[in-house]
């Protein structure tokens, strides 16, 4: 399961499963494809909303300030305030640490094959739409719908 801390973001896939029992198969799925379990993230909960920190709320003005490039920098940080809304919703998210494009593919056909939606790569300095949420929106402030 997850741990505490702020949660990383760079490098990873997130996920999001719309129930608890769809999370652990897909966790089994990432594993199947090669991922470490260390390297897998079950997200739920507003313990887990908070730690994605999608705002940069929890580090003070620095956090937020560098949460702030982020969006301008990545069009999908702001896919961050989604993660943290479905897990509000009672929802799970997962996080894969993965590498290079390989690792993309294997945590996406995992992912998507488990029935996850709303699968984005977070990278240094890219980011990639991988499946498009399905099914009704969230409720989210206009500024963050894409």
């Not at 801390?5 to 608890?20: E, K, Q, S």
């Not at 652990?24 to 909303?49: H, I």
Request: charged share 25%; no cysteine; aromatic share 6%.
């Amino acid at each position: 399961m997850s741990s505490p801390g702020r949660l990383a973001t760079i490098n990873r896939v997130m996920a999001v499963l719309d129930t608890a029992e769809a999370a652990v198969a897909a966790a089994g799925a990432l594993e199947r494809a090669g991922f470490a379990s260390g390297d897998v993230l079950v997200l739920a909960g507003e313990r887990d909303a908070e730690r994605i920190d999608s705002l940069g709320n929890a580090g003070g003005a620095w956090a937020r300030a560098r949460r702030l490039l982020s969006f301008t920098l990545a069009d999908q940080m702001v896919d961050l305030a989604v993660y943290v809304a479905a897990l509000r919703d009672g929802r799970t998210v997962l996080s894969v640490l993965v590498a290079g494009e390989g690792g993309r593919g294997r945590a996406k056909r995992a992912l998507a094959g488990s029935g996850a939606h709303f699968v984005n790569f977070f990278g240094r300095f890219a980011t990639e739409d991988m499946v498009p949420w399905r099914g009704p929106e969230l409720p989210l402030p206009p500024w963050l719908r894409r």
